[in-house]
């Protein structure tokens, strides 16, 4: 059942037209009609350390082999149609609609069992910043902060290296792409456990290199909670 209550709340809303954003239909709850809605791929039982999807919740043979610099990862959609398809809006094309729902969506579903300090989105290259106006794991974040009453702080950390788009690249080749890519420039003497905050996860590179900056800066948690993973 879809809580309609946020939608009122939401300003935008009012100058949508009244069909589904995914397939045009007559939308029952927007932006989507209600088969649209019934089709979000929630991401169910996954591993708690990296959210790759599993029979039952549990820690995943990867994550038991290596060890990784953030505790808990948190995703609450696979990244398969129609979430893809509201990403994408939401990421290039600056859709506030989308993500306001996403945004929405995740400080709906996400679990919090032990209430962080700070959510940190995970930070864009000035250059990309730039170019695309708007950092979308900020905007998600935003949302969050704004359901939970957990603070959002934009300036912790900066993304130094333009890395390269990463889609084509193994695991170990985005690992090593990001290298260096993030520099912590403040933390708060009062910061013990901190969440990332991210659209979409797929190795966990990003994350991870992240993660480690923090970890190194003095931080004694890092947990990650993204929009949806990849389960390439
Ligand atoms: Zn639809
Ligand atoms: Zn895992």
Redesign the pocket.
């Known amino acids: 059942m879809i809580n309609v209550g946020w939608a009122l709340c939401c300003p935008p809303f009012h100058l949508i037209p009244q069909t ?6 007559a ?1 029952t709850t927007l932006p ?2 209600s ?2 809605w019934a089709d979000l791929p929630f991401q169910g039982p996954a591993c708690v350390r990296c959210a790759k999807r599993l029979q039952k919740v549990g820690i995943c043979k990867q994550c038991q082999e290596a060890s990784k610099p953030y505790t808990h990862t948190q995703a609450v959609f696979s990244y398969l149609y129609p979430l893809d398809k509201l990403i994408l809006a939401a990421k290039f094309h600056h859709n506030m609609t989308v993500l306001n729902l996403l945004g929405h969506l995740m400080a709906q579903h996400l679990t919090i069992e032990s209430r962080p300090d700070v959510l940190i989105p995970v930070p864009l290259h000035p250059k990309r910043l730039r170019h695309r106006g708007y950092n979308q794991s900020l905007e998600l974040a935003k949302r969050i902060g704004k359901h939970t009453g957990i603070p959002v702080e934009m300036n912790a950390c900066q993304r130094i290296i333009n890395t390269p788009p990463q889609t084509n690249l193994s695991g170990k080749q985005r690992q090593s792409n990001l290298k260096g890519a993030f520099k912590v420039v403040r933390v708060e003497p009062h910061w013990q456990h901190l969440v990332l905050i991210d659209d979409v996860m797929t190795t966990g590179a990003t994350v991870e290199e992240l993660a480690s900056v923090f970890i190194a800066a003095g931080i004694k948690q890092v947990d990650v909670w993204c929009c949806a993973k990849s389960n390439q």
């Open positions: 589904c954003f995914l397939c045009g239909d939308a989507m009609c088969a649209c």
